[in-house]
């Protein structure tokens, strides 16, 4: 995520330089100014300037706290580490259905993703793995009509 932020969270001033850059290379580039030439339109080498206002910082509600967005507004880190509302209802109990080949990197997952639960407050018990030795749909979908009828 922080290789996407890099390119995505650009400062004002950052993206008015990359607004006359791209402006620029538009203006300089012969196929771009004969492409506007024949459709009757012409591109400014400027940027327009519009008044606006700055809104109110955001904040994130909790479990009776307020997550300030701060001038980024980036609420990552609360909500990696505070807990959530706790009028939630619990799970009890819950599965996963893998392919035997891929049930070590969803155990991990599984393992991730109760521990990060966990740190917002929210109990999540050890899921009931059904790992599929045989992929065959037939053979899927009875052993599922078994597991979640009978057991």
């Known amino acids: 995520m922080q290789d996407i932020a890099q390119h995505t969270r650009v400062d004002p001033n950052g993206r008015i330089v990359k607004y006359n850059n791209f402006i620029k290379r ?3 580039t012969p196929k771009s100014s004969d492409s506007l030439k024949e459709w009757n339109l012409t591109l400014s080498n400027a940027l327009i300037t519009i008044n606006g ?47 035997h080949m891929c049930s ?17 407050g929210f109990k999540l018990p050890k899921p009931r793995m059904l790992v599929l030795v045989i992929t065959i749909i037939n053979a899927i979908i009875i052993l599922l009509k078994y597991k979640i009828c009978y057991v």
């Open 104 to 120: 070590s990197n969803v155990g991990k997952f599984t393992n991730t993703l109760i521990s990060v639960a966990d740190n917002l």
């Open 53 to 99: 206002r700055v809104l109110p910082q955001e904040n994130l509600n909790g479990d009776n706290h307020k997550y300030p967005a701060g001038h980024n507004n980036d609420w990552t880190a609360q909500l990696r580490s505070l807990p959530m509302y706790k009028n939630i209802v619990g799970i009890q109990c819950w599965a996963i259905v893998t392919p």
């Open 26 to 28: 538009v203006l300089t």
